[in-house]
């Protein structure tokens, strides 16, 4: 079974940047073969969408609430998903969870394949 595995999660000021990596664990998968993204979900709310990207790396797509301020990209010789965070705000806070093998229908489609999460603390 894949198992993807985030780190980088700290606690950042307002307005400042951080960036956040997922690798996948296990013993039977291709890494350049999965659909990837981030999602979150902060206290006493639901999980939220955060950006995917194509097995390729080429085609992003980014929630309403991050673009142009986040940036997802998927490199498949490191094989590393990274998320780059800037002009964080507190609104950000949140645990920010990897997934693995979603599909495209319309939106990003998650696929079984979760992280156990990074906590991401933006303070002002």
């Known amino acids: 079974q894949v198992q993807p595995v985030e780190s980088g999660g700290r606690l950042v000021q307002a307005g400042g940047s951080l960036s956040l990596s997922c690798v996948l664990s296990g013993r039977i998968f291709t890494f350049r073969d999965y659909n990837m993204g981030w999602f979150r979900q902060a206290p006493g709310k639901e999980r939220e969408f955060v950006a995917a990207i194509t097995w390729d790396g080429q085609s992003p797509v980014y929630a309403d609430s991050v673009a142009g301020r986040f940036t997802i990209s998927k490199d498949n010789r490191k094989e590393t998903l990274s998320l780059q965070m800037t002009s964080l705000k507190p609104e950000d806070t949140a645990v920010y969870y990897c997934?693995?093998?979603?599909?495209?229908?319309?939106?990003?489609?998650?696929?079984?394949?979760w992280g156990q999460g990074t906590q991401v603390t933006v303070s002002s």
């Open positions: 997934n693995a093998g979603g599909r495209w229908s319309g939106d990003y489609v998650p696929g079984v394949h």
